[in-house]
């Protein structure tokens, strides 16, 4: 059984600092690439920042330089640092897994508000 647990949300002031876990379960982790993704509100989900199973990353252009995608395979843990955050940047973040374009998998997601 996938299990895709996101942690380490919360409230934040603009300019700080939160990073984000999601501990994966049930598939071989190390083989795939994982996302993370964001729904603010009122808005539609967007792709935030992707891994392969190389290390290679990917970022959306409104994170780049403030945000470092990162994984543990040993741990089946991906990690989501978010520097320098703005107010713009409050969403629910979630934890996402496609499985070779059959089906996604995503965790219930952890809530990050950016205010002062």
């Known amino acids: 059984q996938v299990q895709l647990v996101e942690s380490g949300g919360g409230l934040v002031q603009p300019g700080g600092s939160l990073r984000l876990s999601c501990a994966a379960s049930?598939?071989?982790?190390?083989?795939?690439?994982m996302d993370w993704y964001r729904q603010a509100p009122g808005k539609e989900r967007e792709l935030v920042a992707s891994?392969?199973?190389?290390?290679?990353?990917t970022y959306a252009q409104s994170v780049k330089g403030r945000f470092t995608i990162s994984r543990d395979n040993a741990n089946k843990m991906l990690y989501l640092q978010m520097n320098s955050l703005e107010p713009e940047d409050t969403a629910v973040y979630y934890c996402?897994?496609?499985?070779?374009?059959?089906?996604?998998?995503w965790g219930k997601g952890t809530l990050v508000t950016v205010s002062s």
């Open positions: 996402h897994w496609n499985f070779v374009n059959v089906r996604d998998y």
């Open positions: 049930g598939f071989t982790f190390s083989m795939y690439t």
């Open positions: 891994i392969s199973s190389g290390s290679t990353t």
